[in-house]
């Protein structure tokens, strides 16, 4: 039975057989179709990269307005393409340990408050100079100097003092921070010559690709560096290219038709008619961004936790994973933490969907009966206007006298979200516990969109930074997730699944919750079989 | 002066201020709208810092009248300016764009206006019978359906089932120009759909309403056929209001498909002009404007101009 199943998988990484046929095959062999998959997936790996050819995206999330400045970049196109010329000091593995990029190595102190990164030698960039600890300073300074106008601006607010020391790239912070490395990780820190202070767009970089053509909103196109110094990883085809394909069908029917071999966002209510499309798969995986609904602590009738309880207690979670998410993803539990972080405490209790609860708490809150607005938006995250009105039913049947506002999608983001006391969000997940806590939940944070400012909270939050003993880390960190679950102005109902669709012509894909097709990076780490 | 001359030199004058008053119109509208570009542009991840920096840079701390009497001190030069979102030259990509869309257009235009005047005619000619009512009714359908469902409906069957054309509709410069009309197959078809019905109802109506007159009743008793009294006697006279609605909907062809753009995800204006308005890029918002404004008003002066021309009794106004 083996040697059969290995000649038919076999044939599949050949293309001489769809992978549909292979796991239909497999169970009639008796075997289960998760195991037939993995098999499939070792079968590609022994064959190994094929070079060559052309891999071509059709990716959502594209304007004419993008530009290749890695620190405006705020939407998907303009990552792919970041990820195609350029590299970080780090990157987060899919299994959420450090890989290795521009820096060969990295140690901190014990007190987490000094870091240093040695640089690797003789990396060149596009532009035929090697790349120096010069060049990762300067970088870092263009994102975090007065003058910055990076989205990265923010994770670098802790760092007092960088440095150059020979080799060595060193960062100090103000207090102690275990996870500074992971920060290095972020797409908007691409390493640019002299830190791209002259001209941050040129699209230099020591990634695996040069730009060889670039249309913002319509398309982009790479060819393969030949002196890429980790070739036997990244950048298998010869030339990349990315479709901006905005519209849903259109991505849908480029991947059907074969003018593309992969795509981002598929929309849930489709994925599943797409997946018996016989020509290609889909692939969700579970990540960490989670659609929310987000209450001002601060702001009347939300300054009131037994309010924000029964809201808690009166959204159905069940339903909103099945309705709109179609099954692609998961509950919450109003903490923005879940299973695919490091150091995640399993054990605190998932709360339930309850009208009694709910009433009970309203009941306590003493609010006077007066309407509660809930503002939402389609652009808020795919389906926020049907979650919102989900939302009200139930919340409805609880006694709770929700009222929903629709807002246009034009303008939410600047007047509607982070500015109005309730309305539907998204977020997209960080690497690490202490990224996802910090960005939105300290008191001093920019996006701080509940206004959850309490002091307690954030010695913990500072606490379990410096802490080296994972234990212990793990031990604050459950507590402050609890903490936020039962008093923050947070309503999670749902983690939503990264969901893509790649041709089965497409070799070296995995899962990796860190962000959409390999967290951005399958254009330039997967290859076509039949190239 | 030849009163021909004498009125494309005022319509001209006048067209002149009415792009002027639409550039003021663009303007304060973009500046009405929620948010700017620099909020806009760093979306969600914006911190204050990044965002005073980026006005700063922008020059978004002038005020709006500054920035656009600066703009149009630019324009009178011939200086479209830079986008505010990523620098690029707006000359340049208006360009590419701008001929893009026109090519959309021409084709789109060369198979559905005489298609839509010869239907019209055959519907005169076979006026309440079956082939009239089959012509009405199929392009009143196509007109009634949305036009991004038409597009998925043929995307359906042309090019996934059938794979005959593409699906999506990008072209480029290195592309030839059979390779390029391949890619725009489907969107043309759509856009053909779309606009035969209005050119095909209003050459029907124009006719019928000529055929009415005492002269096509007098052809007729002299013994002409019918297809040549249409020809000859009933069309001429039907011109100005088919030239009409041929410019309108040839000014829809350039302007309006910014829906057959999305679906087709074809790189012509339509979506550079969404993309920046939804970015608060004034000086791309004006210019696209401006070319749009400038394609209507000359469109329509043409239509004026042929109308005169085909009848003599406009030629002389008392």
């Known amino acids: 039975m083996n040697d059969q199943l290995k000649h038919l998988s076999e044939r599949v990484t050949k293309g001489l057989m769809t992978r549909r046929e292979f796991v239909g095959r497999a169970a009639a062999l008796g075997v289960t179709a998760a195991v037939a998959n993995s098999m499939l997936a070792t079968a590609a790996k022994a064959e ?237 995986v579970a990540g960490r961004g989670h659609y929310v609904f987000i209450m001002h602590v601060d702001t009347a009738p939300f300054d009131n936790n037994e309010l924000r309880l029964a809201l808690k207690y009166a959204i159905n979670r069940e339903e909103m994973v099945d309705k709109i998410l179609r099954g692609y993803g998961s509950i919450g539990n109003d903490m923005p933490i879940n299973g695919s972080y490091p150091l995640f405490d399993d054990t605190i209790p998932q709360r339930e969907f309850s009208l009694e609860k709910a009433a009970e708490h309203y009941k306590k809150s003493g609010h006077d009966g007066s309407p509660i607005i809930l503002r939402t938006a389609d652009g808020a995250f795919p389906g926020a206007v049907d979650a919102a009105a989900l939302f009200q039913q139930s919340a409805q049947a609880a006694g709770i006298p929700l009222e929903i506002k629709r807002e246009p999608n034009d303008g939410y983001w600047s007047e509607v979200w982070n500015v109005q006391p309730f309305c539907a969000s998204y977020w997209g997940g960080r690497p690490v516990q202490d990224q996802m806590y910090s960005t939105a939940y300290l008191s001093t944070a920019d996006w701080n969109d509940t206004r959850f400012k309490v002091p307690e ?39 939503n699944d990264f969901v893509g669709a790649i041709g089965n012509n497409v070799g070296g894909y995995y899962d990796d919750p860190n962000g959409p097709l390999m967290n951005n990076k399958a254009p330039i780490k997967c290859w076509l079989t039949d190239a | 002066m030849h009163p021909i001359v004498k009125l494309v030199a005022q319509r001209l004058a006048l067209g002149l201020l009415l792009l002027f008053a639409a550039s003021i119109l663009i303007f304060a509208g973009t500046s009405i709208l929620p948010g700017d570009v620099a909020q806009q542009i760093l979306g969600q991840a914006a911190t204050p810092e990044a965002l005073e920096n980026l006005r700063r840079e922008l020059g978004l701390n002038e005020p709006a009248v500054t920035r656009y009497f600066s703009w149009l001190g630019g324009i009178l030069q011939g200086d479209l300016g830079t986008a505010l979102t990523n620098g690029r030259d707006i000359a340049e990509s208006l360009s590419s764009r701008l001929s893009n869309t026109l090519f959309l257009a021409f084709w789109a235009a060369v198979i559905a206006v005489p298609l839509a005047i010869f239907l019209g005619l055959l519907a005169v000619r076979y006026k309440d019978r079956w082939p009239d009512k089959i012509i009405s009714g199929v392009t009143l359908t196509t007109i009634s359906i949305p036009e991004f469902m038409i597009g998925y409906v043929l995307i359906y069957w042309v090019s996934i089932k059938w794979g005959m054309f593409s699906s999506v509709a990008i072209i480029n410069d290195s592309m030839t120009l059979g390779q390029k009309l391949n890619a725009i197959a489907i969107p043309v078809m759509v856009l053909t759909l779309v606009v035969l019905a209005h050119m095909m109802r209003m050459t029907r109506a124009a006719i019928l309403n000529v055929m009415q007159s005492a002269y096509i009743e007098t052809a007729e008793l002299k013994g002409l056929g019918m297809l040549k009294i249409i020809r000859k006697h009933a069309f001429p006279n039907a011109i100005a209001p088919i030239v009409n609605v041929v410019m309108l909907n040839l000014a829809y062809l350039v302007v309006g498909v910014v829906v057959v753009e999305v679906v087709f995800a074809y790189p012509g204006m339509g979506q550079y002009l969404v993309d920046h308005v939804s970015k608060r890029d004034v000086p791309v918002v004006q210019a696209c404007g401006l070319i749009f404004a400038a394609v209507y008003i000359g469109l329509n002066l043409i239509a004026d101009i042929v109308s005169i021309l085909a009848n003599p009794r406009l030629r002389h106004p008392k």
């Open chain 1, 48 to 284: 190994g990269p094929v070079k060559g050819g052309t891999i071509k995206i059709g990716a959502s999330g594209g304007e004419s307005t993008n530009t290749q400045d890695p620190a405006l970049t705020a939407s998907e196109v303009p990552l792919y393409n970041l990820r195609h010329w350029g590299e970080t000091l780090v990157d987060v593995g899919a299994d959420g340990s450090l890989e290795m990029r521009m820096a060969e190595s990295v140690e901190g102190t014990a007190d987490a408050k000094k870091w240093v990164f040695k640089i690797r030698k003789g990396i060149p960039f596009s532009n035929g100079k090697d790349m120096t600890p010069d060049d990762v300073l300067m970088t870092m300074q263009r994102h975090s100097n007065e003058d910055s106008q990076s989205g990265a601006l923010g994770i670098m607010r802790g760092i007092e003092n960088m440095a150059v020391d020979g080799d060595n790239f060193v960062v100090e912070l103000s207090t102690g921070n275990a996870d500074l490395p992971y920060l290095m990780a972020d797409y908007h820190l691409m390493i640019q010559p002299g830190g791209g202070m002259d001209n941050p767009g040129a699209g230099i970089g020591t990634g695996p690709y040069t730009i060889e053509f670039d249309e913002p909103g319509v398309r982009h196109g790479f060819k393969r560096r030949d002196d890429y110094w980790d070739s036997e990883n990244r950048g298998h085809a010869e030339f990349s290219e990315q479709l901006v394909l905005n519209d849903a069908t259109a991505r849908t029917a480029a991947l059907q038709s074969g003018q593309v071999h992969m795509i981002n966002r598929v929309d849930p209510k489709v994925a599943g008619l797409l997946d018996r499309a016989p020509n290609l798969t889909v692939k969700s």
């Open chain 1, 457 to 495: 909270f954030d010695e913990m939050l500072l606490a379990a930074r410096a802490e080296i003993d994972e234990a212990k880390r793990k031990d604050i960190y459950s507590k402050m997730g609890r903490m936020l679950r039962d008093e923050g102005g947070l309503i999670l109902p749902m983690f």
